[in-house]
């Protein structure tokens, strides 16, 4: 037996959806209270101390999150090509403006502090907010677009052609989508300035995460509900062989009302995905009203994994369909590299990932407690 075999190419399809949701997920949680306490550092922080200390509280970690973001781009590259090369090339001017905001967060945080004139520290601090904005907002909106469809088609030559525009992209349902990402996130960040920072830093932080958790839950719960009764779904109608080469036209697809949640009526059990995403933020806003930062952590985190699973959910088995031309959608079982390759890349996953997450939790163990106010205002230069 060849050693790939030892793993049936459909479970490994299965595996590898499993493992692009997770590094999504690793993403908007552990890059999440970074993005978080960068949209609210021009808020929870009003004098220079006060910004510095926030800042503090995440410059020496942001470098290590942001991993997950770069695992996640190599996984679709690698285990999705066609995944890669529509929503690359389709969402070309948005993810360039996602990653000019993930540019601009290192420069400004080296920058800032090079002149002590209020008014370029100030251009900083919000040059800091945007690279914290903009991500959150540009991810909401491709979920939201995934969500509805995607206008591109797949010619007989197996050439993409994406045909929408970056105007396109900003819809109603799709900004809907961007504001439940940044508001979970902003509910991220209140709960780590309050873990992190004391006094009114922390109070203005805690009001802030607070009132985004309960916005969290609305926005998820609205976004459910026209999900549900405006916005078609789609459905495969024809046979499928999960264990055949991949190539996304043997297949025939059609929108329907309420396909997204066929999966829900078909496993009941799976409604606790959703739940688990509407209770996770008003938990996470509870705790911070009760002073328990870790807690409102751990329980957002739940919830924004619970919110981002919940539309894996919904989607499986397609991972981008396509509203141009519906027969071209992409699915687990036909937008997947080789057999031999899937295996190649577990086997490199299994040794990474736990290094990853050895050197994330030692990080967090060395750098624990409370950002030090004096050290900050005795100008040490341990912080930027």
């Not at 030892?6 to 993005?35: C, E, K, N, Q, T």
């Not at 190539?247 to 697809?253: A, D, G, Q």
């Not at 509870?286 to 002073?291: T, V, Y």
């Not at 519906?326 to 577990?346: E, G, I, N």
Request: charged share 10%.
């Amino acid at each position: 037996m060849i050693l790939h075999e030892l793993i049936a190419y459909d479970v490994l399809r299965l595996i590898w959806w499993g493992l692009l949701g997770l590094l999504l997920a690793g993403f908007a949680v552990a890059d999440g209270y970074d993005l978080g306490t960068q949209m609210l550092l021009p808020f929870a922080g009003r004098t220079d101390l006060e910004r510095r200390t926030v800042i503090q509280s995440i410059s020496p970690i942001w470098e290590a999150n942001q991993v997950w973001l770069i695992l996640g781009g190599g996984a679709i590259f690698a285990a999705w090509p066609p995944l890669y090369a529509v929503s690359f090339s389709g969402f070309y001017l948005a993810i360039f403006l996602m990653l000019f905001a993930l540019i601009l967060r290192p420069v400004a945080f080296n920058f800032r502090d090079h002149d002590n004139n209020p008014a370029w520290q100030a251009m900083w601090d919000w040059a800091l907010f945007i690279s914290g904005f903009v991500p959150a907002v540009i991810a909401g909106v491709a979920l939201g677009n995934v969500l509805q469809g995607v206008p591109f088609h797949i010619e007989h030559d197996m050439q993409i052609h994406y045909d929408g525009t970056l105007l396109q992209l900003l819809n109603p349902y799709a900004l809907l989508c961007a504001a439940v990402s940044v508001a979970m996130l902003v509910t991220h960040g209140g709960a780590w300035i309050q873990y992190k920072t004391q006094g009114v830093v922390a109070q203005r932080a805690s009001r802030w995460g607070m009132t985004a958790g309960f916005l969290t839950t609305a926005l998820y719960a609205l976004a459910g509900v026209l999900l549900a009764h405006t916005i078609p779904g789609y459905a495969v109608t024809s046979e499928v062989s999960t264990t055949a080469a991949s190539s996304p036209l043997l297949k025939e697809v059609v929108a329907q009302e309420g396909a997204w949640f066929a999966n829900y009526e078909a496993w009941p059990v799976l409604w606790l995905v959703p739940a688990v995403g509407l209770a996770g933020p008003v938990l996470a806003a509870l705790f911070i009203m009760a002073k328990r930062p870790m807690l409102a952590l751990v329980t957002n985190a739940v919830g924004i994994a619970g919110m981002i699973t919940s539309v894996g959910v919904s989607l499986f088995p397609f991972i981008l369909p396509s509203s141009a031309s519906p027969d071209a959608s992409l699915t687990v079982w036909d937008a997947s590299s080789s057999h031999l390759t899937l295996f190649v890349m577990l086997v490199a996953m299994a040794i990474f990932m736990p290094l990853i997450l050895v050197y994330s939790s030692w990080v967090f163990a060395v750098l624990r407690g409370k950002v030090d106010v004096e050290s900050l205002e005795k100008g040490s230069d341990h912080g930027y």
